[in-house]
């Protein structure tokens, strides 16, 4: 079992039926209860700065830090294996995706299916799709100009993503075969556009295997199963052949720049209320009341503004 230090916060690996655990690095001994409200603390921090950063700032490099941490913690951690899968994928560019690295990373951890990995596996499936949709839009909106391909490196690029896509919807397809059915079932039930959205997306990876397209200075090229025949047909030659950030994503500098600000402010400000409201009931004074009042819903106040500037600022 592994117990965080409250004192330095060092994961210990401990027997479950250990009453007392003494600190391989700082040397404290500990109550084995007060290092498993740690452990539980210190697993929650993880998983919420996790969150903020994959879903809101799109730091995603800090994100996979972060889930790595939390399965120091708790190993074979369903939520923070796909929380590194996501972060892994938003870090695609445009012309050379990480899809493939998904499968590899959820096959390198002893992971069961059961009820509640079902439902985290299925809601991961569910952001992949809309992911490799939202991929599948920047490509036609940001590679292409006047109907071609920017340049042929680009296109290559694509297609390999193109493979790798379809593949990894059959990995999550097949994973289902795996699942508490029951959950499966209820999920589906629940969520009726959830398979349409799967079939959908591998109709259009295939659809897109198999079509003609235009490349810059190469004309038409036919893809059969991905692979490529340049007929050489309605060739173009558009000024047009690079992309100066080819990121799938955009970082949220500005959303990353209040956490900067804010966050330290509210943390001061909060604590030093808490503190000042502890002080009151030992020594009942009155205005150390009213200045502790006024720190703590000043906290408040300040971190509804954060989340708010937080909000405005996502981007995607």
Known sequence: MKIICPNCEKINEVSKYAKEVT?????????????????????????NNGYMCL????????????????????????PSIVGICLAKASLSKLDKTNFNEVEKIIDSYDIYLNLENTTIFLDFTTEMLNLIRFYYNQVDSRLVSNGAFICKNYFNGY????????????????????????????????????????EEILKETNARLNKIYNVNHFGDIQLKDGEEEILGTNKVDNDDETV????????????????????????????TGVILLFTFIKIAKLPILIVGLILVVASLILFGVYRHLLKKNIKK
């Open 55 to 78: 879903y809101r700032l799109h730091s995603y490099e800090r994100a996979i830090e972060l889930y790595e941490d939390s399965l120091e913690i708790k190993p074979n951690d369903m």
């Open 159 to 198: 297609i390999s993503a193109l493979k790798d896509i379809k593949d990894l919807i059959i990995f999550l397809k097949n994973a289902q075969t795996l699942m508490d059915k029951k959950e499966l079932d209820s999920y589906k039930e629940d969520d009726p556009s959830f398979e349409e959205n799967e």
């Open 244 to 271: 100066s950030d080819l990121s799938l994503t955009i970082r949220n500098e500005k959303g990353i720049a209040y956490s900067k600000i804010f966050l330290p402010i509210i943390a001061v400000v909060g604590v």
């Open 23 to 47: 600190c391989e690095a700082c040397g404290q001994t500990f109550d084995i209860n007060t290092g498993k409200q740690k452990t539980i603390q210190k697993y929650k921090e993880l998983q």
